[in-house]
C-alpha cells in the first residue's frame, strides 16, 4: 500500500528537515558524480600501457668529471663492462627514461617532396643501440631491429634509421606500411632518418602530454657530453644487487665520477602519475566519506522523526497498520525526498561539471555519473532507512491509548 | 553568563553523547577534508618573496621566429642574458641557470658528490634577500673578470667541512679549485619562485658559482633547454650563440618610473635586435612579471588542487547542511526546557546565545579533531606518495584557521536552529507535557 | 498591582478567528490570592499567559506595577517576568537535566546575581520549603510533590511581587495537593501577590478571591463565600450575544 498523499501532506506539515535532507542530497549528488567521473578518468590514464616489463628495467647516470675525457670512447667501456655483469640480461644507453617525466622529443617532417612535406607529431626520442628493444622488452610487430654493425656513436646528428612506435606510424602514414617510410629530423631534406621497424607499444616520458604514445628509437650510442643515462634489464628485484657491483666496476674502470640515480621504471611510473593518483585517492577519501555521512545523516533524520511521531505510529498500528506498512511509510517518505533531491543534485552536477570543464581543463561529464550516483543513493536510502524503521515497526499499539 | 551557557552547552552535548559524536564527526571530516585540501593549496599558492614580490621581475623575450612559438617564453636566452647585463637600470640584477657538478675536498677519504649548483651573478644574493651566515658573495668585479669563487649552503658546510667558517678554504668542482668567499644560511624557497621551469617544488641549490665562468668552465645546463629553431649545436660555444632558451633573468626595480624606464629600454634593445635580424615576430615583445604574476604565469599551483579545493568546500558545506539537520531536531526536541526559561525571564537574545555557544563548541571539537584528520590524512598522503615535504606540511596558519573555519561554520549552521528555537512561543510548551 | 483593561486577544489562521478573551477587564491588588476557575477552552491559559507577559495581546490596556506592559520589547518583558513573577506550573516543568539547586538558580542566572548570592538565594528558597537537604538531587528521584515544591522554591527565589500558578495541583494526589496549597497561603501572608488557575473547587474556595472566565470574559466573585449564591456579574453589558449571556449563568461548582 503506497499512502503518497498522506506522506506528502506530512513533508508539507515539516518544511524544515525534508528541505535540509534535500539540499544535502542535492549537493552529495553533485560532488559525488563529478568526484567519481574525475577518478575514473584518471584511474584510465594510469591504466596505459607503456609497452615495457616495468618491473624488469631500471636506469642510472654515470656523470664524469674528469676532464679531458673522451665520453664517446668511455661510454662503449663502460656499456661492455655493463653487458659482462651476471645477472644483466640486455642493456643501452638512453638518452632518456620512458615514465621519467624528463627527455628528449621533437617533431619531424614527412613527405615525398619538399612542396608536399608535412609536419609528423610530436615524439619522444629514443637514442639508443641494437640492444634498446631488448632492454625495453617492447614488442617488434614490422620491420626489424638495428644490427650491430649501424650504431653510431657519439653526436646525435649522426642517426639514420629508426624504429617507430605504432601510434606514431598511424598517425603519420595511416594505413601505409611504416616500414621503409623516410622521416626528417628538422626541415625536409635535413638528416634523413629511414624507418626499419615498428613496435607495438611505446610510450614517452612525459604522461600528461598528449603525443605520450608517440615514441621513436634512433640508432645512436650517445657520448657528447659527460653526463650519460644507462637503461638496465634483469630478473625482477635484482637492482639492489646490481647497483654495488655495477658502481663499483665503473669505479674500477675510472674513478673520477659519480653514478647516481638507479631509479625502477615501476618507481619512475609512480613518481610520475603521482599527482593522478594523489587526486584519485582524495576524491576517493571524499566520496566515500560523504557517502557516509549523507547515509548517516538520514538514519539520524528517520530515528528523529520515529521518536517524534511515537504516538502516530502506534495510533496507526492500533488502526490496524502492520508492521510493514509502518516501514514503507517511511521508506516511501524518503524517497521522495531522495529521487526529489537525485534529479535536481543530478542537474547541479551537470552544471558543475560543465563549470569544471570550461575553467579547468577537465574532460565534460558524462551522463552516466550522475545517473549511477542516484540509483546507489536509493540503494544507501534504503539501507539507512529501514534499519531504524524496523524499530519504529515494533511501537507498541498500546502507546496510543496513554496520554504521555 | 558564558560560562554558564559553556556549562549548559557541556551537559546538553553529553546528554546525547551519539548525536553529538554524530554532530562532531560530520564537521570534523568536512573540516579535515578541507584543511586537507586547502594545505596543499596554500602551500603551493605561498609567495615565498613576501614583501619584496613586488620588487622583482621576471624577465622574458619574445625572441622565437616566425612560424615557431606562439606564446612567450618563460626563459631567454644566453645572448639576450648577456646583453641585458649591460643595462644599469635595475638596482639589482642577475642571469642565471641551473647546472651541477662533482664536489672533492682536499680529503681523499671524502667520496665525490654530484651537487646541484646555481650559475649567477654576485647580485643574486641580494635580489633574493638570502642571508650570510659567514663571509659575502663574490665582488662585482668577478663580474666581468670571471674568477674561481663559490658560495655554499649552511648544510653543505656542514657535511663538507663540519660546519666550521669554510670562507677562504679550497673546494674541488669538476676537479677545479674554487675558493669559498661565502657560506648562506639555510635557503630553500617553496615554491622555487626564481627557477620554476624545473621543479617548482624541488629544492634550492646548495651551490653558486659566477656566470662570468659559464664560457670558459662550460657549465651544463641542468634544467630545461628550449629551442624553437633548429641548430646544429656542437661545441659549448655553438650553445652560447645559439637561439635556446635555457636562462633565466631577475631584475630588481623599487619604483613606477624604473619600471617604465627599464620597460623602454627593453623595447629600444628588442628594435635593435631586430636590426641584426632577431625578434623575427612582429609582435615581439618583453614582459615583465613581478613574483605573483610570475606563479601564476607558470601555473605553479595545479588545476588539480583547485578544483580539489573548491569540491571540498562543497563537502563541507554539506556536512554543514548535515549538521544544521541535527542540530534542528536536537533543539526542537528541548523547546519545553526552553520554555521555562523563556517564563523563568530569560530572553528571547539569551536563549539564542545559550544555543549559539552550544554549537560553538560542537565547532570547536569539530575542528579540534578535524585538524587530527587533516594532520592524519596529510602524513599518510606525504608518506604513500612521497610528497615534498613543503606540500603535506600542516601550515602554522591551519592551527588557527581549522578550528576557527569549523567553529565560524558551525555558527553559521546554528544559526536557523537557534533562531527557531528562540523565537518559538514558551507558553505553547509549558502546558503540562 | 496588576490591572488589565478591555484586552482582547484573537488568534487568526487561514480559515477561523478565534476570540481567546475579549474585552478582559480584571484588577488585582497588592498582596491577594485570586483564584482563576473556568472551563476548558474558555480562555484561562491564555489570561495567565498574557499575565505573565508569555503572549501578546490583541487589543487593550495591560499595567503591572504601574507599568505599561503593551508593546515592551523582549528583552524588557523577560527582564520583568525575572524580577516581578514567578511561575508554577501543573507539570512542575523541572529541568531534568539539571539538579534541585541548579534549577532553582536558573532565574538567578537570566537576573546577573553573582555566585555567592545566587547560593544564598537558593539556599534560602529551597528551605522554605523543605527540599534544603536534597539540593543536590535531580528532579526525576523525587515524588510530585516535592517537584511541585521545588517549582514554587524555583519562583520564589528571584523574590517576585507575585506568583502565576497554573493548575499547581492538577498532577499531584489529594494529601500532596494540601501541602503545596498550604505552602502557597504562607507565601502570600507574606505578601506575594497570587495568581491561580485551577479546576478544583475546594481549591478555588480557599483563595480570597475567585474569578469565573467564560469564553473570554471574566464573571469576579469577590469574597465568594458559600456553594449556591448566586455570583456577582462585573463584566456583562457589552456581551454581544444571547448564548454567552447564558453561559455565564451558569455557576461553577
Known amino acids: ?404 | 553568563m558564558f560560562f554558564y551557557y559553556l556549562d549548559l552547552a557541556w551537559r546538553s552535548i553529553k546528554k546525547t553523547p551519539l548525536l553529538s559524536l554524530l554532530m562532531v564527526l560530520a564537521i570534523s571530516i568536512g573540516i579535515g577534508i578541507t584543511i586537507t585540501s586547502l594545505n596543499i593549496y596554500q602551500m603551493a599558492n605561498i609567495n615565498p618573496a613576501g614583501e619584496r614580490s613586488s620588487q622583482l621581475y621576471e624577465v622574458r623575450l619574445m625572441s622565437q621566429g616566425l612560424d615557431s612559438w606562439d606564446e612567450i617564453n618563460p626563459q631567454i636566452t644566453y645572448q639576450d642574458s648577456f646583453n641585458l647585463r649591460k643595462s644599469s637600470i635595475a638596482t639589482r640584477q642577475s642571469p642565471m641557470f641551473r647546472t651541477g657538478m662533482a664536489v672533492q675536498t682536499d680529503d681523499d677519504n671524502f667520496v665525490p658528490i654530484l651537487e646541484g649548483a646555481r650559475v649567477a651573478d654576485s647580485d643574486f644574493f641580494g635580489l633574493f634577500s638570502v642571508e650570510f651566515l659567514y663571509g659575502n658573495s663574490w665582488g662585482k668585479q668577478v663580474d666581468i673578470d670571471p674568477a674561481y669563487q663559490v658560495v655554499i649552503r649552511e648544510d653543505l658546510n656542514k657535511e663538507v667541512f663540519g660546519g666550521e667558517n669554510s670562507v677562504g678554504r679550497t673546494i674541488y668542482l669538476n676537479q677545479k679549485p674554487y675558493q669559498i668567499v661565502g657560506v648562506i644560511k639555510y635557503w630553500n624557497p617553496s615554491p622555487k619562485y626564481y627557477d620554476v621551469n624545473n621543479g617548482a617544488f624541488n629544492d634550492a641549490e646548495r651551490m653558486f658559482v659566477p656566470f662570468s665562468l659559464a664560457p670558459i668552465e662550460e657549465f651544463e645546463s641542468w634544467g630545461n633547454n628550449q629551442s624553437w629553431k633548429r641548430e646544429d649545436i656542437v661545441t659549448y660555444a655553438d650553445r652560447l650563440a645559439s637561439e635556446t632558451h635555457w636562462n633565466q633573468y631577475w631584475v630588481e626595480l623599487n619604483t613606477p618610473e624604473q619600471v617604465k624606464e627599464y620597460r623602454l629600454w627593453l623595447s629600444n634593445y628588442i628594435e635593435q635586435q631586430k636590426l641584426i635580424g632577431r625578434f623575427e615576430m612582429p609582435e615581439a615583445k618583453a614582459d615583465l612579471s613581478d613574483v605573483a604574476t610570475w606563479l601564476k604565469v607558470n601555473n605553479v599551483v595545479p588545476e588539480d588542487n583547485k578544483v580539489l579545493v573548491g569540491l571540498s568546500v562543497l563537502f563541507l558545506i554539506v556536512c554543514l547542511v548535515n549538521m544544521l539537520g541535527l542540530l534542528l531536531a536536537k533543539f526542537l526536541k528541548r523547546a519545553p526546557e526552553v520554555g521555562v526559561r523563556r517564563a523563568i525571564g530569560a530572553s528571547r537574545a539569551q536563549i539564542f546565545a545559550q544555543h549559539m555557544v552550544e554549537v560553538g563548541v560542537i565547532g570547536f571539537f569539530g575542528g579540534v579533531i578535524g585538524l587530527l584528520w587533516a594532520w592524519g590524512s596529510l602524513s599518510i598522503l606525504s608518506a604513500h606518495f612521497k610528497l615534498e615535504e613543503a606540500l603535506t606540511q600542516l601550515g602554522m596558519s591551519m592551527w588557527v584557521l581549522a578550528p576557527g573555519v569549523a567553529i565560524a561554520s558551525a555558527l553559521i549552521a546554528g544559526l536557523y536552529p537557534a533562531w527557531r528555537i528562540c523565537s518559538t512561543n514558551p507558553s505553547v510548551h509549558l502546558k503540562s507535557q | 498591582m496588576l490591572s488589565m483593561k478591555s484586552i482582547s486577544k484573537v488568534f487568526k489562521t487561514d480559515l477561523v478567528e478565534t476570540h481567546a478573551l475579549r474585552d478582559f477587564n480584571l484588577e488585582v491588588k497588592e498582596g491577594e490570592f485570586v483564584a482563576v476557575t473556568g472551563p476548558s477552552g474558555s480562555g484561562k491559559t491564555t489570561f495567565l499567559n498574557i499575565a505573565g507577559l508569555l503572549e501578546g495581546f490583541t487589543h487593550g490596556d495591560y499595567f503591572l506595577d504601574g507599568v505599561n506592559i503593551s508593546n515592551l520589547s523582549d528583552n524588557k518583558s523577560a527582564a520583568i517576568r525575572n524580577e516581578k513573577i514567578g511561575f508554577i506550573f501543573q507539570g512542575f516543568n523541572l529541568i531534568p537535566d539539571l539538579n534541585l539547586a541548579e534549577n532553582v538558580e536558573v532565574p538567578l542566572r537570566y537576573r546577573g546575581f553573582n555566585a555567592a548570592e545566587r547560593k544564598r538565594r537558593v539556599q534560602h528558597a529551597l528551605e522554605q520549603v523543605g527540599l534544603a537537604a536534597r539540593m543536590k538531587h535531580l528532579p526525576s528521584q523525587l515524588s510530585g510533590g516535592q517537584q511541585q515544591r521545588v517549582a514554587i522554591a524555583r519562583a520564589l527565589a528571584g523574590e517576585p511581587r507575585f506568583l502565576l500558578a497554573d493548575e499547581p495541583t492538577g498532577n499531584l494526589d489529594s494529601m500532596m495537593a494540601r501541602q503545596v496549597m498550604e505552602l502557597l497561603e504562607e507565601i502570600n501572608k507574606a505578601g506575594t501577590t497570587i495568581i491561580m488557575v485551577t479546576h478544583d473547587p475546594e481549591l478555588a474556595r480557599r483563595a480570597q478571591r475567585n474569578i469565573q472566565i467564560v469564553d473570554g470574559q471574566v464573571c469576579d466573585f469577590t469574597m465568594y463565600q458559600g456553594g449556591a449564591e448566586k455570583p456577582h456579574l462585573v463584566s456583562d453589558t457589552e456581551s454581544p450575544s444571547d448564548g454567552q449571556q447564558a453561559q455565564t449563568e451558569q455557576v461553577a461548582g
Open chain 1, 1 to 404: 500500500m503506497l499512502q503518497i498523499k498522506p506522506i506528502i501532506s506530512t513533508l508539507r506539515h515539516n518544511k524544515s528537515g525534508p528541505l535540509l535532507l534535500l539540499l544535502q542530497i542535492i549537493l552529495s549528488v553533485a560532488i559525488v558524480a563529478n568526484a567519481s567521473f574525475i577518478i575514473n578518468e584518471r584511474v584510465q590514464l594510469m591504466s596505459r600501457e607503456s609497452g615495457l616489463v616495468e618491473d624488469e628495467v631500471f636506469d642510472f647516470t654515470v656523470y664524469n668529471f674528469e676532464e679531458g675525457v673522451d665520453y664517446t670512447a668511455q661510454n662503449s667501456r663502460d656499456m661492455d663492462i655493463i653487458r659482462g655483469l651476471a645477472g644483466v640480461k640486455a642493456s643501452t644507453t638512453s638518452s632518456m627514461t620512458p615514465l621519467s617525466g624528463g627527455g628528449w622529443s621533437s617533431t619531424f617532417t614527412y613527405g615525398q617532396s619538399e612542396e608536399t612535406a608535412k609536419d609528423a607529431p610530436q615524439a619522444a626520442i629514443y637514442y639508443g643501440d641494437e640492444q634498446m628493444v631488448e632492454t625495453l622488452g617492447v614488442e617488434m610487430i614490422a620491420g626489424r631491429n638495428f644490427y650491430q654493425s649501424e650504431i653510431e656513436s657519439g653526436h646525435p646528428n649522426t642517426a639514420n634509421l629508426a624504429i617507430v612506435s605504432q601510434a606514431f606510424a598511424t598517425v603519420t602514414w595511416g594505413d601505409e606500411p611504416a616500414v621503409g617510410q623516410t622521416i626528417y629530423a628538422g626541415g625536409y631534406g635535413e638528416q634523413a632518418l629511414k624507418v626499419i621497424g615498428v613496435v607495438k607499444t611505446l610510450q614517452g616520458a612525459w604522461v600528461n602530454s598528449s603525443h605520450l604514445d608517440n615514441a621513436i628509437i634512433l640508432n645512436v650510442e650517445l657520448g657528447l657530453t659527460s653526463f650519460n643515462r644507462f637503461l638496465v634489464r634483469a630478473e625482477p628485484g635484482l637492482m639492489t644487487e646490481l647497483k654495488p657491483q655495477i658502481i663499483a666496476a665503473l669505479h674500477k674502470e675510472n674513478k673520477n665520477r659519480v653514478i647516481d640515480g638507479f631509479t625502477m621504471i615501476t618507481e619512475h611510473r609512480k613518481r610520475v602519475y603521482r599527482d593522478h593518483e594523489l587526486m584519485a585517492t582524495v576524491l576517493s577519501m571524499m566520496v566515500i566519506l560523504l557517502l557516509l555521512i549523507t547515509s548517516l545523516g538520514l538514519a539520524g533524520m528517520v530515528m528523529f522523526n520515529i521518536e517524534r511521531r511515537t504516538k502516530q505510529i502506534g495510533t496507526r498500528r492500533a488502526l490496524g497498520a502492520k508492521k510493514r506498512d509502518i516501514v514503507s511509510f517511511f521508506l516511501v517518505e524518503n524517497y521522495i525526498i531522495c529521487l526529489t533531491g537525485g534529479v535536481i543534485g543530478a542537474l547541479v552536477a551537470v552544471q558543475l561539471g560543465r563549470q569544471l570543464m570550461s575553467v579547468y581543463s577537465l574532460p565534460q561529464l558524462e551522463l552516466i555519473y550522475p545517473i549511477a550516483t542516484v540509483v546507489g543513493l536509493v540503494v544507501l536510502t534504503t539501507v539507512a532507512v529501514i534499519l531504524p524503521a524496523r524499530k519504529a515497526a515494533k511501537i507498541s499499539p498500546a502507546i496510543a491509548t496513554r496520554s504521555v
